[in-house]
């Protein structure tokens, strides 16, 4: 079975899974929607695509079977839950909701109307994350009691302008939205953790660094979630017995990037900037994995060895590629996942897992780190 997909929103973010969307050979239709009537057109004519819409409501009554949503998160659940009622599968770039509420409601709108949900989470795909989810399975870690998980994204990040995407994509909202707490972004962190034993959390204890930084981004009285956190750190309990420790940091002295340790009863896996390892009882033990986790130009648009490229469609091996080899695997576990009508890993259960934890990490941090219960929404219905 072949699908009619749709894109809302077209902008840079976006144009990255254009290509892979139409070359995916179960997508027999590609149309693309924004509201902005040049940026459309201008899209369409790059891709070569022949269907275009000026709004939601338009694409919605449209004939698609499924849409792909890449528009500025805080539309992200509320524009699902109305493609969901329209009768459409939904890929949403994260996160899946802003709020606790919201994403219970995206929940039930998914069990409800029955389609597919599937949230746009790069990490689980990353190589190290494949790589340590497999070691899992086949045993090698033993029981993983401990997991770290770190987003290091400062504002001044020197191999991209992070400070113009931003204020490209808020616009006039800039100074508003900017200073949102670190752990309202949590998705690359805690999908790691979970992406790999798929244990998910139970409890938090969080704690917030006050920024210090003359630009006001987290002045509180500036922003318009009254934060005054530029980092946070939450201390969280798994629902296997584990421990996880996760860092969302945004005023940072690193190159930034998402990476993982973790450690077992049998092996350790630690991802640092000095390379990629796992270590045994012994020193003997420990191997560098560099080798298998290290991005090969070229090969899917830059995948690394770790990753299964055998699964990817053939049409797939000359195009673009980002987030460590992700964008393929993203695209091709939704096209089949609403071609065949079970969940993808992605999935809605699991985005609010990865969300949640986030916001009362928040919550926890605000209150001096306090520990406090994380509320768990279940997983799809067997």
């Not at 991209?160 to 690359?188: C, N, Q, V, W």
């Not at 191997?287 to 049409?315: E, W």
Request: hydrophobic share 35%.
């Amino acid at each position: 079975m072949s699908i009619r997909l749709g894109m809302v929103g077209i902008g840079q973010f976006a144009q990255h899974f254009v290509p892979l969307y139409k070359a995916h050979p179960l997508v027999r239709e590609l149309s693309l929607c924004d509201l902005d009537p040049a940026k459309l057109t201008a899209a369409a004519e790059k891709y070569g695509v022949a269907k275009t819409y000026p709004s939601l409501d338009a694409i919605l009554n449209s004939d698609v079977d499924a849409v792909v949503i890449i528009t500025q998160h805080w539309l992200h659940g509320p524009q699902a839950m109305q493609a969901l009622r329209a009768g459409k599968h939904v890929y949403s770039a994260v996160p899946c909701g802003i709020s606790i509420e919201e994403i219970g409601q995206l929940v039930r709108t998914v069990e409800e109307t029955g389609k597919i949900y599937m949230m746009g989470e790069t990490s689980y795909y990353y190589p190290h994350v494949t790589w340590c989810r497999e070691q899992y399975r086949r045993g090698v870690f033993g029981d993983v009691f401990y997991a770290e998980s770190n987003y290091h994204h400062d504002w001044d990040i020197k191999s991209i302008d992070s400070r113009g995407i931003m204020k490209t994509r808020m616009g006039k909202r800039f100074m508003e939205l900017a200073g949102e707490p670190p752990m309202l972004y949590p998705t690359h962190t805690m999908s790691q953790v979970i992406g790999v034993t798929g244990a998910h959390m139970t409890k938090v204890s969080a704690h917030g660094w006050k920024d210090r930084h003359p630009d006001g981004i987290y002045d509180p009285a500036v922003n318009g979630f009254k934060n005054a956190f530029s980092n946070e750190t939450a201390l969280l309990t798994m629902s296997d017995g584990a421990c996880a420790c996760v860092n969302e940091f945004r005023r940072v002295g690193h190159p930034g990037g998402e990476f993982m340790s973790l450690c077992g009863t049998e092996a350790s896996f630690e991802y640092t900037q000095a390379g990629r390892v796992v270590i045994g009882k012994g020193f003997e033990d420990t191997r560098r994995l560099d080798d298998i986790l290290t991005l090969r130009p070229g090969v899917y648009g830059g995948t690394a060895a770790a990753q299964d490229v055998a699964r990817l469609p053939a049409s797939f091996a000359n195009l673009p590629n980002n987030h460590w080899g992700s964008h393929h695997f993203l695209v091709d576990d939704f096209v089949k996942a609403c071609a065949s009508g079970e969940p993808p890993p992605n999935n809605v259960w699991q985005a609010a897992r990865y969300m949640i934890p986030g916001l009362i990490a928040h919550e926890s941090a605000e209150q001096g780190g306090r520990q406090l219960e994380i509320p768990d929404l279940g997983g799809p219905k067997k």
